[in-house]
């Protein structure tokens, strides 16, 4: 006698619940991202938004890229986001928006952006819902170190050649005296 | 006794209410494990039918209860054992040799004030500590504490911890900045910095140990490493263990590398804010963190649970007694051994000195008793199941790098921040990248396709 398979009253795979759950979390906190007023806690959204996106990579059976996911972008880009914000703002200082000077503009960029979003996805053919399947590991980097493996040189280089750049551009305007790495 | 009266009056009303519930959920919980023994064939059908859900919310319960005695454990061993490094006596109040300090501690912290500074985010405030112990926690679910002991195989199984432990620092920014106070801020900071530049290292140097391995799962790491003490992987990767300690000791923000909470330069850094409960989970995760980083090491290069002698099949001693075969036999022998073991064990006390009263005579052979029954049970338990004899390995190997962790704090003075920062990225960097690079030329030199 096992777990059935759907929730018993309402007849919905557990999966499905899961992923509105996990897909709620996501936008909410995208939202939340966007109109917040804090700073700080808009940083602090956009992990809990990166967090859920890794929970919904586990249930599509990629635990690895939701490990990366995990590893980079909350554990790395956004501890860089806010560090950069804590370094730069105060909290005594005014908490209201800075970034909206040009609202006009925006607002027509993001109508326009809505108008094309809704048409592309009216005219994309769905089709069925795909397997969802375990991704082995061992399948996910034979497919990248062999199959692919020239892309994903170009891609190493690119990403080396923007370090060196960074570093460049930090060196540059200072002067000789100062050693410190940051 | 008296200190925990004490404690007991001048808890809080959440704090005595607390201490009175948990008890009578343990006992709760014991009455329902007996209901699920004495009746529970349905039952138990149910759970073996649903196995892993079960194992799933078991090691998750076990984790997160076995997180509170591993921190007091490691609190009380770092007290004492730089206490005795500093020829002070340290903890010796509560308890035998001050062990039970570590209770009157906890009980302190949940009697102490909640309390949040004025000026502070109190929503961030409040989930810093959360977020920095549920990362400790989490990071727990993967270690192989022995043979088919731990909470998740994953196959990703270390790239999961790596990218849970980062998680620490997330909620050490969030202390940092919701404390309002810039001694707390400059601790979020330093912590970020920090931690960023020494996963850098600390990956890294698990690369070439991955290129030998083959696998990311702990539990297959340790497998690997059956056998006589040579086959360990710090023998065949020694600068990878070495950049793996140093980077290891940063990410969990110990001395001399506990620039984060430095409380000669900015107080305690993100915690200074912090009392009470909250503190306390700080403090709580610092040390399962030491645990958890002092097990990575043990899992990945020292063998994990295997023991460093693999004796020769001939020499196994088998015992092929199974206490159940023995049937209505073993409940008598559980009523009539402890008796009659105490009176034998008391009697030569007795006869012996004629100064001693009788009831002095029983506590003394109740003692050794125990003693002995602890030394037969564990000898029969070490030799004839093998998860035990690899836990105990597990755990006194990891015990044996929390006290070079409790060593180094008791020993090493506190580098600077420009000084932790070169370090990491003019010598941890191009070490783990020689290593790396050294072991994947070794690796194509002596086995080529």
Redesign the interface.
Known sequence: MAIPSTIPILGLPWDDVLFVILAGTMLLAGLLVVTMRDIIRCGLAMMVCFGALAGIYVMAGAPLVAGAQVLVYIGAISVLVLFAIMLTQTKVGPTRLVFQTQAVPAAIAAVILVVVLVLTIGATQWGGTGERGETITADLARVLFADWVLPFEIVGVLLLAAVIGGVFLAKRDRPASTDDVE | MTAVARSWGRLTLAGKILFTVIPILLLLTAGLVLVVVLFGKPIV??LA??IW?VRFIVAASAVLLMSVPTAFLIIYMEMKVIALMNLRIGPDRVGPFGSLLSVVHGLKVLMKEDFSPT?S?R??FTLAPVVVYMSAVMSLLVLPFAPGLFGAD???GL??L???G??T??GL??A???S?NKYS?LG??RS??Q??SY?IPLTLSVVGLLILTGT?SLNQISLNQAGWFTNWYVFQQPLGALIFFIAATAEGNRTPFDLTEADSEIVAGFATEYSGMRFGFFFFAEYVNVFIVSGLFVALFLGGWNAPIAWPEAWAIHLTFDPGSTGMGLLFALLLVPPILILALAAPFYVGRSSLPWWQALIIGFVLFNVLAIVVVGGWAFISLDWVAGLLWFLGKTYLFVFTFVWMRGTLPRVRI?QL??FA??WLLPASLLNLFVTALAVIVINPR
Request: proline share 0%; glycine share 12%; hydrophobic share 65%.
């Open positions: 059908d149910f039918a649903n859900l000026g985010d929503l961030v994953i196959n990703i790239l999961y790596f990218a849970v980062g998680l620092v997330v920014l969030m940092g900045w919701s309002f801020l979020g900071l970020a910095a931690v960023v996963e990311m420009d920062m070169g990225w003019k």
